[in-house]
């Protein structure tokens, strides 16, 4: 009972309080100089504003900002997300346009070859760091109609070695610039004695630096073999069709002996890069 009175005693002292509250408003409004008690009133709901409305604006900024982080984050997600499917597209844009410009390559290589060279297509699919400048391996064999000592050509007929052991469905290529077992019979395409032996590369390369073949035991009355000649090879070669590109010659100079000239050739296939290549079915071009 006593609990009941006191709880209506702070009702009531609270309705007064407001009552009061609202009469002041009022009277204000009327009058420019409030009275004293009036003044008080008017301070004394200063300080409670004052005491109260600190802290709730703290927690308003602070939800506030919680909600700006948490926008900021879900947008830093999308984004993210974005960006990584525009690395994968891109990827995927990459690899098409290069299959799409090898598949040109091979069928107006097939247009222009068709008549006189039968081509096998063929994957790079083995080359190792230790034999860079030696061999490949290809993803076609005895079951495609690869045979040993056919030529392997690129899309524009640059020369890139000879198939030396195949299987049924694999093929190991000599490349051109092995110094120890290649040996091709090529012509200076601008001089009828401008015949020599491409044996390999000139010096040892890496992966990254850019192969140069040297040709040997070119005549030294071959008096029109100048910088800049293309070298295919001849037809007295006994493996590979004449008329194959090897490169193109970028100096020349007299032997040790002075005997013959040698001459510095820059490979037309790019050695470095091969992925798709073409096995030439001699036997079929022979035909």
């Not at 690869?146 to 052991?165: D, F, I, P, S, W």
């Not at 040996?183 to 992966?207: F, N, P, R």
């Not at 493996?239 to 005997?259: H, V, Y």
Request: zero cysteines.
């Amino acid at each position: 009972m006593t609990r009941f009175f006191t709880s209506k005693r702070l009702m009531v002292l609270l309705a007064s309080f407001i009552l009061l509250a609202a009469l002041v408003g009022v009277t204000l409004r009327e009058r420019e100089n409030p009275t004293w008690p009036e003044k008080m009133l008017i301070d004394a709901f200063g300080w409670v504003q004052g005491v109260v409305y600190a802290p709730v604006q703290e927690m308003a900024g602070f939800f506030e900002d919680m909600q700006h982080i948490k926008q900021l984050y879900e947008e830093n997600a999308k984004l993210k997300a974005n960006l990584n499917d525009y690395s994968s597209m891109r990827v995927r844009i990459q690899g098409l346009e290069q299959e799409n410009k090898r598949l040109k390559e091979d069928l107006g290589l097939k247009n222009r070859n068709v008549n006189d060279l039968q081509l096998i297509s063929a994957n790079v699919i083995g080359r190792s760091p230790s034999t860079w400048n030696s061999e490949i391996t290809l993803d076609v064999g005895t079951n495609d109609g690869v045979q040993k000592n056919m030529a392997v050509v690129t899309a524009n007929r640059g020369l890139v070695g000879r198939v030396y052991e195949v299987t049924p469905y694999h093929a190991k290529v000599l490349l051109i610039t092995d110094k120890g077992k290649m040996g091709i019979s090529a012509k200076v395409t601008s001089d009828e004695q401008g015949y020599g032996i491409i044996s390999g590369a000139s010096v040892d390369v890496s992966q990254t630096s850019k192969p140069m073949l040297e040709m040997s035991g070119i005549k030294l009355g071959a008096d029109k073999v100048k910088v800049g000649d293309s070298v295919v090879t001849s037809n007295v070669s006994d493996i590979f069709p004449a008329g194959l590109i090897i490169g193109t010659i970028t100096s020349i100079e007299n032997d040790k002996l002075g005997l013959t000239k040698i001459a510095q050739v820059e490979p037309a296939a790019n050695l470095n890069n091969m992925d798709f290549l073409y096995v030439v079915n001699q036997a079929k071009a022979s035909q």
